[in-house]
């Protein structure tokens, strides 16, 4: 069995799961509602306050869809009822970030700003260098937070660019002089 898909997942209070036919699955809490169709091939019920997700078969495919199949769940649960968040760092000489409405505006070193709308559903704050990506759906967070970081990754001599705040940078010697 899956160690991570025979793992039943616990519905905290104030949020509801309903499997309707072809194993959508629409999840509601107090920060919103997350409906995702997962493979139809697994069975996914609810008992006495948990989800529980079963396979078929033990077919490599079936196998590897259990664990992604609860794990889909479970994020939709968390991400419901806690929210996600990805921090990032604006780190460099003369690059800063700023909210104008519902706009992110990146100075990055480039001769012109770059300007981010906030995609449906998530929410980015400016403190500092730090830039804050709030939402409840865990896919959007990541690649949003992704889609920033891509405007200046960070290079190894400096460490100038946009890291996400949990991130190493690998760096590197510069060059040295001839003698």
Same mark, same amino acid.
């Given at each position: 069995m899956s160690r991570i898909g025979r793992m039943p997942v616990a519905i905290p209070a104030g949020v509801t799961v309903d499997i309707a036919e072809g194993n959508k699955v629409t999840v509601k809490g107090a920060k919103g509602t997350l409906v995702r169709e997962?493979?139809? /091939?697994? #069975?996914? @019920?609810? #008992?006495?306050?948990?989800?529980?997700? +079963?396979?078929?078969?033990?077919? @490599?495919?079936?196998?590897?869809?259990?664990?992604? +199949?609860? +794990?889909?769940?479970?994020?939709?649960?968390?991400?419901?009822? /806690? &929210?996600? /968040? @990805?921090?990032? /760092?604006?780190? &460099?000489? &003369?690059?800063?970030?700023?909210?104008?409405? @519902?706009?992110?505006v990146l100075s990055l070193g480039y001769s012109h700003p770059v300007e981010m709308e906030d995609p449906e559903g998530l929410e980015t704050t400016v403190d500092g260098n730090k830039i804050v990506v709030k939402g409840i759906s865990k896919e959007k967070v990541g690649q949003y937070a992704a889609e920033i970081r891509e405007k200046r990754a960070p290079e190894p001599y400096k460490g100038k660019g946009i890291k996400y705040a949990d991130e190493v940078i690998r760096r590197k010697v510069g060059k040295t002089g001839k003698k």
């Open positions: 997962l493979p139809v /091939e697994m #069975e996914i @019920k609810i #008992e006495d306050g948990h989800v529980v997700v +079963t396979r078929p078969n033990d077919l @490599k495919k079936m196998k590897s869809l259990h664990g992604l +199949t609860r +794990t889909l769940i479970h994020n939709m649960v968390v991400g419901v009822s /806690e &929210g996600y /968040e @990805k921090v990032l /760092e604006v780190n &460099g000489v &003369g690059y800063r970030a700023q909210k104008q409405g @519902k706009k992110l």
